[in-house]
């Protein structure tokens, strides 16, 4: 069974900081995809960043960096140089071979303080 | 150029009545989606379509009825709608292992 984690349910960060958002996943798949999503208060939701599982490099996404540990089965979320537009719930999701099924984490609500 | 569209945004109604939410993409995509997003804003996947066939049926009452008429829509249907069934319910499509687009969410309110 797939599972994502976020045991971050809400977050504070001073604006121009960096922050990190967690997520660890459980699969048995050998190959999967790890993505985040942001969803302001205006309900839309925005894809943010993938990292597949075989790659090398983390990823990147001008602001949005994923720091992924294979092995400890993490995906985190690092925001450079918060901004207050940055406040909003962030979602770690994952598809595993079964490419038809997303199973997305709890989220964590994410505010921008000035 | 709106990549996934859903409508209504919202839906207000009284308890027993039937109702639709119609999605629509345009990027080519063999793949749909229904989403329920609860009131803690968790997302639970409903239903999955690949080239109109049904292939993922999570446990949802058959009060839910998804209708893929082609590639492009898909539909959901709920019948005798209950309290419990107020929620934001996104239409999502995707091209095999490529990320999930998603529409704006219908926010289905039952009084």
């Not at chain 2, 239903?47 to 446990?59: A, P």
Request: hydrophobic share 30%.
């Amino acid at each position: 069974a797939q599972k994502i984690t976020q045991t971050q349910p809400g977050m504070f960060v001073q604006e121009k900081e960096a922050v990190t958002l967690d997520c660890t996943y459980d699969t048995s798949d050998q190959s999967y995809g790890l993505f985040w999503y942001k969803q302001p208060s205006s309900g839309e939701m925005i894809f943010l960043i993938y990292q597949g599982s075989y790659d090398e490099q983390n990823a990147t996404e001008g602001r949005y960096s994923l720091n992924f540990q294979k092995a400890r089965k993490s995906a985190n979320l690092v925001i450079s140089a918060s901004q207050l537009g940055d406040s909003a719930m962030y979602f770690c999701a994952m598809r595993g071979n079964n490419f038809n099924k997303f199973y997305f984490g709890s989220g964590t609500k994410l505010n921008v303080k000035p | 150029d709106t990549a996934v569209s859903q409508t209504p945004k919202y839906l207000v109604t009284q308890m027993g009545n039937d109702k639709s939410i119609k999605c629509e993409q345009n990027l080519g995509h063999d793949t749909m989606y229904w989403y329920k997003q609860d009131s803690k804003k968790f997302l639970k996947i409903m239903f999955s379509y690949n080239n109109k066939e049904l292939i993922i049926n999570e446990t949802v009452p058959n009060r839910f009825s998804p209708k893929s008429p082609d590639k492009a829509h898909l539909n959901l249907h709920i019948n005798s709608l209950e309290l419990g069934d107020s929620a934001v319910y996104f239409c999502a499509s995707s091209h095999s292992y490529e990320k999930l687009f998603f529409g704006s969410g219908t926010q289905l309110s039952v009084l």
